[in-house]
Each structure stands twice: as C-alpha cells, then as structure tokens.
C-alpha cells in the first residue's frame, strides 16, 4: 500500500508559462498533502500544507499567487508554478500524509529556460 | 523553529568500511525521526522510522540510533557496498506530518 505517483517527472518550460504537477495518492485518502522544494546541494524546504477543500498554508517566502495549490479531493493534489522564472527552477516532491504518516512523490524536476 | 543539521556533509570510503552519519536536531520534542535515501535526481526512499519512544530501529545492515535528550540521531550502514553510494537525508517530524530535513550527507563508496 501507500503508493504515490507525481507526475511528470521531469519538464522544461519557457520563462513566463506556467507548470502544473500532479500528485496522486492510488491506494489511500490524504488529509493532508505538504509540498516540498529542493535546490541543488540543499535540502528540501517545506513549502505549503494543503488539507482537502481548504486553502493552503505557505511557509514564510513562498509566494501563494505564485505558487498555486489545489487539493480538490482526498487523492488528488496539484502545484501550479505560474509565470515561472529561472530562480523556480528546482526539484517539487509532494507528500501526502495519512494519519500518522507521510509518503513522499518521487518528484518533479523543474527546469525553466 | 526546528533545525536539523548532518555531518559530513560529504564522506568517501572504501567498500567494506563502515558508515556512520550523524544528525542533530535542536528542538527535541519530535513525534518521530525518519532516514532517507536520495539518489541523484530522484525522490526520497525511506530507510528507517525512529519513533520518538524508541532508541533505535534496525534494517538489515542499517541501523538508527535517537537520543532525544541530545538531539542526536545517528545512521550506521555496515559494510559498505558500492550500490549505497547516494545522499542521506535526516527529518525530524513535527507536529501532524510536517518534515524538517537536514541538507544531507553525500555518501560515495569506492569499490
């Protein structure tokens, strides 16, 4: 069980277009979904916590009009990277979380050009 | 706030030694501390889940070791193989899921 697919795994875009990435839980319902950013050779940072039908909360210096975030239903959450800028090129990992636990995506490489 | 930090930050050893990776966390009221595998370009593979009661977790030749008290978590891989070059990931899991990595530590094992 526990199984999480992020999806695409990897994309090129042109600065000024947004990207959409998708992460789905296939075999659990997740309350909660937490979004994570990664630069190379750092660690990955939290950048929002999103619960079914409600608004995300975005850490301190993300923006949340940026960074869009949709959690219409317990399997399915999705970051929207809108007008993306090189500086947003980075590694996205969702994670789901299911009562005492959380699962990770295997991630979306981002690369804007 | 939470900080974790890993040290080394980079390690290279020859196959067969013994790898030991420290983690410290500054705030100890943690649920749970849980290791991660990071292979280049890709996500996270858990390793070990420490629950905050427990004082270790072992995995085949993994073994987790967590000190509250100190802040300190400690990953022990035995007998190191080429195939567990990869970066090390540490987090300390707060409240209702949420994560605070360290920067991880890039293990190279040479053959």
């Known amino acids: 069980g526990a199984v999480v697919s992020q999806h695409p795994s990897r994309v090129i875009c042109k600065s000024g277009t947004s990207v959409k990435i998708e992460c789905r839980s296939l075999?659990?319902?997740?309350?909660?979904m937490f979004w994570y950013r990664q630069f190379p050779k750092q660690s990955l940072m939290l950048m929002a916590t999103?619960?079914?039908?409600?608004?995300?909360?975005?850490e301190q210096g993300v923006e949340k009009d940026k960074f869009l975030i949709n959690h219409a239903s317990l399997t399915l959450s999705t970051l929207t990277v809108t007008s993306a800028h090189p500086e947003d090129s980075s590694f996205y990992i969702c994670?789901?979380?299911?009562?005492?636990?959380?699962?990770f995506g295997q991630g979306t490489r981002l690369t804007v050009v | 706030k939470q900080e974790v930090t890993q040290i080394p930050a980079a390690l290279s050893v020859p196959e067969g030694e013994n790898l030991v990776l420290n983690c410290s966390f500054t705030d100890s009221a943690i649920y749970n501390l849980q290791w991660f595998r990071q292979d280049p370009g890709k996500g996270l593979t858990s390793l070990l889940l420490i629950q905050s009661s427990q004082r270790e977790q072992t995995s085949g030749r993994l073994n987790a070791s967590l000190d509250k008290s100190s802040g300190r978590s400690t990953l022990y891989i035995a007998a190191s193989q080429p195939g567990d070059s990869a970066t090390y990931l540490c987090?300390?899991?707060?409240?209702?899921?949420?994560?605070?990595f360290g920067a991880g530590t890039q293990v190279v094992v040479t053959p």
């Open positions: 987090a300390a899991i707060q409240a209702a899921g949420k994560f605070q």
């Open positions: 994670s789901p979380f299911r009562n005492t636990e959380a699962f």
């Open positions: 999103s619960n079914e039908g409600s608004k995300a909360t975005y």
């Open positions: 075999d659990f319902q997740a309350t909660t």
